[in-house]
């Protein structure tokens, strides 16, 4: 194709509608890898004729990296809330009252998604902004973020959508993420989401979007607005909204009796576990937009509608005992012990108390009778004690002052509400623990040793400490009670293996308090060695895109712990990689140059720009120093970092000169394939 522009907007076309098919009507016509060459070659054209941008472009469903900062945009039509009922009677009297002002009425049930309510603005067509709900009146623009969101449509199907609307609906994290998500955060020692809802809630406000990419939010549609909408009902409106593109759950259904509606929510109540999301609840709307103006609204919710929540399942059973439970970073988690009851179909036995502040807020008492629920999370929690069962005499449960594994006195850090054993090095299960992180497939992937296994060498007084596995004999792993020369043969083989695992994992493996797998590939790629990250300052460390203060501090406070140090040392001299794998260079025409970026880019994002950098032979400095040579700047760069760059004599660059010098663009024109495919 000659044409250029012709063959940007025919790809968009194309992978719109794959996109479609795949995210709306899980049917996929072509397969993940033509689907990924079609990107790649959109991204290539984009990359080279950026006078055809399209912020609504397929291929800014990846996020970017910059920063945003939500704005504050007043809704066209305000968010409104609903007004909810526990009791079917209520919820029988709704349906009287519609019925009897209007008794044409036939009505739409629904499920009542678990989530954070969005509202998304199409202009001809296109994903113009996409707001949250916020006071209702006025809300943040996070239309970055829900960008990334897949099964929501940039660019609409058809031709018989309104000029101006918007699309109300719910983003929710899908339980299986939320799981997901929540494993991971607690691996690397920050606390989990509470459930789904507050993880969807969360992402969607983080301000950078590759990381909202990543955490595979998705959105159910449930209501059209606008002036001059092209439907007389709800109904209609929800079905011509499926046709443009959007979302719309199929298990709705149209009502006119009392006996319908019941059946529903009878219905949805049964099926609710089994799905794939959080579910609070059904709502019952009146589906003629004539009907509902009749009714009108109250100022916080329409009278037209009315959500019907299903009580959590709960369960009342006698808390028996409470452990303490202490993690590899040290935290201690309380644990309730239970006397096993029937549940949402399961047995449960012990229940999370999360925190000493809950079991505080609850007054618990061991001999009390708790109730325990199962919301969108998999382990139930207690939510309240039967004061009227409370036996006599009971005191108020303490939480542990000190260590219940080695005695030390717990400490608390500003702004957390965990308690922490300080003794990292003499406390069994850190100590433990921190080794089994060590040997976990994601980081180093000894096979043959398990946490059994560790636990034993530990008994034997084998290993203290990562840096002791690369010490062990092959016969005094033989001479051990249930492993033998195979076992042994094996342990050794895949220790040897691991010398040439690559210093991102090597970094993740290390337990670093927050640094988990994402951010140790981050700070490798960046510092490149072990060395340079040790000796970078927190200033320098926050400065890294997604690396925030708090990852800046642990890695500080890492490196400045002897005991860590002499690890390191040991394990640098077992042979294990410090030093992240040279990229190959495309030329020398930055050497020895270093380079701040800063502000956003009309052709390359940032990440991009670092890569180009590095390829090119230069160093990209995180802060403006005596050390920089230029500084990159884009528009919105930061008053200070100009300002210091003045000061300190460091040259100025724009993203054109910067293309010049590593003969990207010549005279102006940008130039076809020098650049390698950066994705
Ligand atoms: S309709 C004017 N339909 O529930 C009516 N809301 O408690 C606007 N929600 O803020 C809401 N599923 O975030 C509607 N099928 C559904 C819903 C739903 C979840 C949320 C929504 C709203 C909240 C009100």
Redesign the pocket.
Known sequence: MTNPQKEIEQLRAQLNEYNRRYYQENDPVISDRQFDELMHRLQELERQYPQYDDPNSPTRRVGSDLTNRFESVRHRYP????S?TYSLEELREFYDRVTAEAPEADFVC?????????SLTYEHGRLLRAVT?GDGAVGDDVTANVRTIRSVPLVLSGDDYPDYFEM???IYMPRAEFDRLNAEKEEIGESPFANPRNAAAGTLKLQNSSVVAARRLDC?L??MAGDRLPCASHWEALNKAREWGFRI?DH?RRCRTWEEIETFIRETDALREGLPYA?????V?VNGYDIQKRLG?TAK??RW?V?YKFKAEEALTELLSVEFSVGRTGAVTPVANLTPVLLAGTVVKRASLHNADQIALLDLRIGDHVYVEKGGEIIPKITGVELSMRPEGSRPLEFVRTCPQCGAALERYEGEAAWYCPNSSGCTPQIVGRIVHFISRKAMNIEGIGEETVGLFFEQGLVRDAADLYDLSPERIAALPRLGAKSAANIMASLERSRTVPFARVLYALGIRFVGEATAKILASHFKSLDALRAASEEELAQVEEVGGVIARSVREYFADPVNLRIIDRLRAAGLQFEAEETARLSDSLASLSIVISGTFERHSRDELKQLIELHGGRNLAAVSGNADYLLAGAGVGPAKLAKATKLGVRLLTEEEFERMIGERRDGKPEEAVQPTLF
């Open positions: 968010m409104m809330s609903l909810n629904e499920l009542k998604f678990d989530g954070t309510a969005i709900r109300r609906g719910e159910f449930y209501a759950s709705m579910t609070d609840g059904a709502v709307k609204a919710a329409p509608a959500a």
